[in-house]
């Protein structure tokens, strides 16, 4: 039987209906590329995430730190890529200042920029939203949050690509392998130069509250740091940027949803949940197989790559009633869309948010957005989907209809 190839043009473009064969006839195998095992089924996915003495996150720092690169790469470093007591510790210092009530400081900024961005766009009609819109509003959100320097924008999307591109350059491409060094190279100097900075002055952002949060005997060190704050900024930017662009596509597969959710505002949250879960923004992740192991019946080789597919899990018919139906009303979400156990997303909190607030000034200023392309092309990656461009047009409310609309803020 001819193996799946996971990167065909025809997965990237709807990957379900292959998904979901798997699910029925293979549902832990083995696919293209280089043979790497996929697991398919919702129990499955989550059995993998709770054994992590089995299923290594630490055993896959190789593919972001090839030999070649000769260098660390910040990743590397991060919790992402721990596996317990390591990832305990790292996760430790994390929570301590990446906290709810930070999160929440951050709504009127938000808001301020999700009120700008879309005033943007009203008044242009048609953009591209990802480069246009979403990450420019998560970029902004993550500078503030973390203590970065706004003036920086440009760099950001810059140093977060190269950090996870560097595992599928190809060894003999020297220039873009220089160019990844120089990245991290001045991306570590930034940051230790921030680390610095709010030592001899503390300020109210959440490189100042991990200073804040350390301990004499923590064993954390500056480099611990430095790969917090790249693996906040990397994962930050694509989740929440993917979770955005979804949402959009849907209003507009889907423009009925734009009147449901301005006549009954308490569904956004519920919206915003579905969304998750039929396009989750991390659509998979990887491990590799300490040991010898079975699951779902299948014997899994020691040193096995293994992606769980989080996306083909949440499209599950054992867990989900009509799960390939967007149906924000089904109650039960049981969500895997940002991990699950010790691998739990500390950032879903700031992804809801954000979500929630930019949806709430789209809906208050737009009556209908419209897809300006009969194709979408999609990224060539496994851990997020989502297209390389997402032109859109946009047909504004009326100003009587904006100032009558019941979406209200702060509902969720």
């Known amino acids: 039987m001819t193996r799946l190839n996971l990167f065909a043009p025809e997965v990237r473009e709807n990957p379900y209906p292959f998904y979901a064969a798997l699910r029925r006839e293979s549902p832990v195998c083995q696919v293209d590329p280089n043979g790497m095992w996929v697991v398919t089924r919702y129990d499955d996915i989550v059995a993998a995430f709770k054994n992590t003495q089995v299923f290594s996150s630490a055993g896959l720092r190789m593919a972001t730190e090839p030999p070649y690169l000769r260098r660390q790469n910040p990743l590397s470093g991060s919790m992402i890529l721990a ?68 003036g920086l924008e440009g760099h950001f999307k810059r140093w977060a690509t190269d950090l996870v591109i560097v595992g599928v350059i190809p060894p003999e491409d020297h ?28 300020e109210n952002d959440l490189v100042s509250e991990l200073l804040r949060s350390r301990r004499d005997d923590d064993g954390i060190t500056d480099q611990d740091l430095v790969s917090l704050l790249s693996l906040l900024l990397v994962a930050g930017l694509e989740t929440s940027t993917s979770l955005m662009t979804h949402m959009v596509l849907i209003l507009a597969q889907r423009p009925m949803w734009m009147d449901r959710l301005r006549a009954e505002p308490a569904l956004i949250p519920h919206f915003i949940e579905e969304v998750m879960r039929f396009e989750a923004p991390v659509h998979a992740t990887m491990r590799l197989t300490v040991t010898e192991t079975e699951l779902g019946g ?69 009556h209908r957005i419209v897809l300006r392309t009969d194709r979408l092309e999609w990224q060539a990656a496994l851990n997020t989907r989502s297209p390389v461009a997402l032109p859109i047009e946009v047909i504004p409310v009326s100003t009587t209809a904006a100032r009558e609309s019941p979406v209200v803020q702060g509902i969720w």
């Open 175 to 202: 220039a873009r392998i220089a160019e990844v060094r120089r990245t991290i190279d001045e991306m570590e100097q930034y940051m230790l130069g921030l680390l610095a900075s709010r030592r001899r002055q503390l």
């Open 83 to 150: 596996d317990p007591p390591r990832h305990g510790q790292l996760r430790s210092i994390s929570s301590r200042a990446f906290t709810a009530n930070m999160v929440s400081t951050l709504e009127h900024h938000m808001r301020t920029m999700a009120v700008r961005l879309t005033d943007d766009l009203v008044h242009r009609r048609v953009v591209e939203f990802i480069s246009e819109f979403a990450s420019r509003a998560q970029v902004s959100v993550l500078a503030k949050l973390i203590g970065f320097d706004p």
């Open 298 to 366: 299948t014997r899994l080789p020691a040193h096995a790559v293994v992606a769980l597919l989080i996306s083909s899990g949440l499209r599950d018919e054992a867990r989900f009633q009509e799960p390939d139906r967007f149906n924000p009303e089904r109650g039960d979400q049981a969500n895997l869309a940002f991990g699950h156990g010790a691998h739990f997303c500390l950032g879903v909190f700031l992804a809801r948010v954000q979500a929630r607030i930019v949806l709430e000034e789209l809906l208050r200023r737009c």
